[in-house]
DNA sequence: TAGTGGTCTAGACCACTCT
DNA sequence: GAGTGGTCTAGACCACTAG
């Protein structure tokens, strides 16, 4: 009966509505703003509800819009150059361009054994006993990424023996102590790698979001003289962050927006 | 009237449900395997379809699951490690553990005025004239991601000037003249970054994913003496993807699972 | 043709924030 | 209490793949 053309892979509706809200909010609205509700929308564009928050979700993930419970939906600020440096304790490594004031909180250091998985990663036999420190590192008063920093105790022999301390001010020294003693190591090469994750429940709670946010998960490979020395773990919000891999001093330009180019094209 | 305990923050079905799938997954299934389909699933665990799809969502995005649309949900394999690299045209960059058999396929190349974001970006006047290779990086044998190359006319002047070259061997052999002058420079200098992005529908295609597809969105700037001479934008498929940022040669230990790592805590 | 995942709907209720 | 986003349901239909 005539099918007129050949169906030509018709666009989702949501993805349609994506790109519509997408080119509207950069037309009309600025960061910080809090465009139309969830229920008004889907009204104006004749769509049920989770169709619409479907859409949303996307410009979600792509970090243009940022949702508050109780609150409403915010065009979110542009994403925070984090650069994801060599420094093992360093508190601030200011790159031009790239975010200052980025500083790390200490949380948690424990020494405990080795789990299979871990022990695989760092090289060395099951159980054997691992210093651990979690920290955050806030940035311009944010909370931006949870690290899990493992030290394997034979890496770092000249630790004081201390049995088992939690809380106050001794597990801060504690984690002080380990820091200090890897850096003195004098780390001489790391490999590092990005991929995509989701947060958990406690880091979540860390990273103050949801459970399934969305993360950059960074693992970094510490060494010393091509031997393994420490694992460190980060999960990076991924609605937030740009992670940075300069070549510090070389060159640092001006920032990229690479969605506008991408969209722009 | 003794409400009992304070609430808790009751934890969404759907992130129950995904802890206990990805669970199950591990325990039963090995990758490749088809898990049974989401009518069953969901009749099996007394939720709707739709919650179950949302706990299938959060799996798919931490790279755990493959969802084919007529066939099934698929046990993922473990995501590839990628270098992310120096050499700017060079075909193979191998790393031990890392992926072998990289290879680029030149897609496109066009000499256009540069965009105003993208005259920005790199520096340039707006309306000078670039050179934009596209090409697709092609990993054992899998599409893994699209780049757009740019270089400004004014960075490479010993090339031919030919006006408008498109398609066929013609375009090929173009390309590569880009890439070939750009190596000549001997760039000294380099700044990448990523975040998280989506895919739209171009881009997508190339990737042979659908629009909306996750991806981990790769800027480089390449310098010489400190002058941006090429902007490379590469999206890589997020889901298959784990980018490597090794300083190659030191360490290249064995590839690390986050995930195991992170979950076994 | 049967079975799969993908999209969409209309409606309900909950958790949170602000006033 | 009013308004927001977050979760969940039950059902429908579509697009794709396979035998």
Known sequence: MGQGQPAAAPEPKYWH????????IEAEFSTGQVIPNERELSARFGVARATLRQALDQLELEGR??????????IAAPRVGIPVG???GGP????????GGSTWRTVDCVSAPASAQLALALGIPAGETVHTVRRLRVVQGRTMAAESLHVPESAVPHLPAVPRVVGGTAE???????????????????????????????????????PGTPVLV??????????????ALSTYRADTCKLTFGEMGKV??????????????
């Open 17 to 24: 509505l994506r790109t519509v809200l997408l080119r509207t």
């Open 86 to 88: 060599s420094p093992v």
């Open 65 to 74: 819009l940022v949702r508050r419970r109780g609150i409403g939906t915010l």
């Open 172 to 210: 801060q020294d504690r984690a002080k102590s380990v820091l200090r003693q890897l850096e003195r190591l004098g780390v001489d090469g790391e490999s590092r790698s990005v991929e995509l994750g989701v947060a958990e429940a406690e880091e979540a709670a860390l990273l103050e979001r949801p």
């Open 92 to 99: 601030a490594e200011n790159g031009p361009g790239s975010a």
């Open 252 to 265: 640092e330009v001006t920032p990229v927006q690479a969605g506008a180019i991408r969209t722009a094209s």
């Open 218 to 231: 960074v693992t970094i490979q510490y060494a010393v003289a091509g031997r393994l020395v420490a694992l």
